[in-house]
């Protein structure tokens, strides 16, 4: 159980739906029905895939965790060494399964970003590759992490890209972007302690915090943009809204020295809660989007 426990937590549960319902609202849309493969492949986004993300990375960035205060809770585990090698083999038995049923059931374009999706997981974290560690990189991956699984629903479903999608799907990269590098500011004293480097860790708390805000306000504004490409076009005003609560929380961070670049751990525990209430916004539109067409 203290395994379970231990793999369950190292999955970061919280961020499960940020690569779950990225998936499932492309597919769904697409297709308008719930099938098998959209039922596994939610299942794939919202467990295996995040347990392969966060358990690699946990696994390899031991030495780090250990010294970074806010790990040991839903902000990541620090996995005891004599954990690793389960967790890498229960990543192998969990990803294995659903990975040879979506290669089955896709054709070879969605085999190419269901490749890119998982190379950017391992990427991320293992040794050898650590794109984790080149700064703005690292931004990229993550961000790859994200929108990923919505590019390959949409793929997988025989979706048409439209400008607006395209839109869509920049407006959501340029998210992931900025909040991998907002999450990196709070590290920044631990990274270097450890020797590791991040965008973060280059420019610096306070670059990096304008580099955060510049991404969600561009993110924003290409949504708003969708509604001179897209009928209706008050959901794109509605969904470029959820932009704001992302550049408030952390407007109070432009300014953040590096030796005080842990209180960037208050405007990230907000994060977690915008990340809900984005979620329903966006849920919502798509509920009435579809229902009105």
């Not at 739906?17 to 499932?24: D, E, L, S």
């Not at 467990?47 to 790990?71: H, Q, T």
Request: proline share 4%.
């Amino acid at each position: 159980m203290n395994t379970l426990t231990q793999l369950f937590v190292s999955s970061r549960p919280l961020s499960w739906i940020n690569t779950a319902f990225p998936f499932a609202a492309a597919y769904l849309m697409t297709t308008r029905e719930v099938d098998l493969t959209f039922i596994l492949g939610t299942l794939f986004f919202l467990i295996p895939y995040n347990l392969a993300m966060y358990g690699i990375n946990d696994v390899f960035d031991y030495e780090s965790d250990m010294r970074n205060p806010r790990k040991g809770g839903v902000e990541g585990a620090v996995l005891d060494r004599s954990l690793h090698t389960i967790t890498l083999w229960a990543v192998v038995i969990t990803n294995v399964p659903f990975l040879i049923y979506l290669v089955a059931v896709g054709n070879p374009l969605s085999w190419l970003v269901l490749a890119v999706s998982m190379f950017a997981v391992l990427a991320y974290s293992m040794k050898g590759l650590r794109f984790k560690e080149i700064p703005f990189l690292d931004s990229l991956t993550s961000s790859t992490h994200f929108v990923s699984p919505a590019l390959y629903g949409a793929v997988l479903a025989g979706a048409v890209f439209t400008p607006g999608l395209w839109l869509i799907l920049a407006a959501f990269f340029l998210w992931g972007m900025a909040s991998h590098a907002f999450g990196a500011v709070q590290d920044i004293q631990a990274d270097r302690e450890g020797e590791l480097s991040s965008i973060a860790t280059v420019i610096g708390a306070a670059n990096t915090s304008r580099f955060a805000l510049a991404c969600y306000a561009l993110a924003g504004v290409l949504i708003l943009s969708g509604a001179f490409f897209t009928e209706p076009t008050w959901p794109f005003w509605v969904a470029s809204v959820t932009a704001v609560p992302y550049i408030l929380m952390v407007w109070p961070f432009r300014n953040l020295s590096d030796a005080n670049c842990e209180q960037a751990n208050r405007g990230w525990k907000k994060f977690l809660g915008i990340n809900f209430f984005a979620g329903f916004v966006v849920t919502m539109l798509i509920i009435v989007t579809w229902l009105n067409s």
